[in-house]
């Protein structure tokens, strides 16, 4: 839905620990129930499986090309460094087989703008319509803010109407880019963050913490 990140290998260090707090259980308005948690290496097949069941339209969305992602692209987009970047993935079971339905992430650019992240967010064309993205993209504000970051931008393509009316809902301000109305900026800054537009609605987890919710059962 929004723009295609470039991500780049981090140098070597020891990784940070999965971040169990951010597990959610949640479900779609059809019932559906579904596990918010931070993408981890072992997803690569959920992931591979996920991208290849886009349609052209969603994929072109995502990436902004009709390109197809490379094995590395995959690798880089599951085995992330929580210090510097977060994705956080929808998974269901459906039919008996565990499927990701839904992905958001952000890369932290403070080389561009001190406390500012890129953004991206798509979701599977089966389960759109589902209230799905706001709920990724609620969650992943609510992570980027906890960890310190303070402005959160993207670009999508102007035709993309969907994005556009999400990203104004959730408080983003929007432009047409300078010198290429094909694509619109957005950017949401944190300064501007109203705690109540983040309450839990009544098909998240009554009102607790993160932290506090799925965690027994998010992992799988």
């Given at each position: 839905?929004?723009?295609?990140?470039v991500?780049?290998?981090t140098?070597?260090?020891?990784?940070?620990?999965?971040?169990?707090?951010?597990?959610e259980q949640?479900?779609?308005?059809?019932g559906?129930?579904?596990?918010?948690?931070?993408?981890?290496?072992?997803?690569?097949?959920l992931?591979?499986?996920?991208?290849?069941?886009?349609?052209?339209?969603?994929?072109?969305?995502?990436l902004?090309?009709?390109?197809k992602l490379?094995?590395?692209?995959?690798?880089?987009?599951?085995d992330?460094?929580?210090?510097?970047?977060?994705a956080?993935?929808?998974?269901?079971?459906?039919?008996?087989?565990?499927?990701?339905?839904?992905?958001?992430?952000?890369?932290?650019?403070?080389?561009?703008?001190?406390?500012?992240a890129?953004?991206?967010i798509?979701?599977?064309?089966?389960?759109?319509g589902?209230?799905?993205?706001e709920?990724?993209?609620?969650?992943?504000?609510?992570?980027?803010?906890?960890?310190?970051?303070?402005?959160?931008?993207?670009i999508t393509?102007?035709t993309?109407a969907?994005?556009?009316?999400?990203?104004?809902?959730?408080?983003?301000?929007t432009?047409?880019?300078?010198?290429n109305?094909?694509?619109?900026?957005?950017r949401?800054?944190?300064?501007?963050?109203?705690?109540?537009a983040?309450?839990?609605?009544?098909?998240w987890?009554?009102?607790?913490?993160?932290?506090?919710?799925g965690v027994?059962?998010?992992?799988?």
């Amino acid at each position: 839905m929004a723009n295609a990140l470039v991500l780049m290998p981090t140098p070597g260090s020891e990784r940070p620990a999965y971040p169990w707090h951010l597990i959610e259980q949640w479900a779609l308005r059809d019932g559906t129930p579904v596990t918010i948690r931070p993408i981890r290496a072992a997803d690569l097949l959920l992931e591979r499986a996920f991208v290849v069941g886009l349609s052209p339209s969603t994929r072109y969305q995502r990436l902004l090309s009709a390109r197809k992602l490379m094995p590395g692209e995959l690798k880089r987009l599951t085995d992330i460094d929580y210090r510097r970047e977060m994705a956080l993935v929808a998974i269901a079971t459906i039919d008996g087989v565990t499927q990701e339905l839904g992905v958001a992430r952000y890369v932290r650019d403070d080389e561009q703008e001190p406390g500012s992240a890129d953004f991206a967010i798509v979701v599977a064309d089966r389960w759109q319509g589902q209230g799905l993205g706001e709920k990724l993209m609620r969650s992943l504000l609510h992570a980027a803010v906890k960890d310190g970051i303070q402005v959160v931008g993207g670009i999508t393509l102007s035709t993309n109407a969907g994005m556009i009316g999400l990203a104004r809902k959730l408080g983003f301000t929007t432009r047409l880019e300078h010198g290429n109305a094909t694509v619109t900026d957005l950017r949401w800054e944190a300064a501007r963050f109203d705690p109540s537009a983040f309450v839990p609605s009544s098909r998240w987890d009554a009102l607790l913490p993160l932290g506090q919710r799925g965690v027994s059962g998010g992992a799988s």
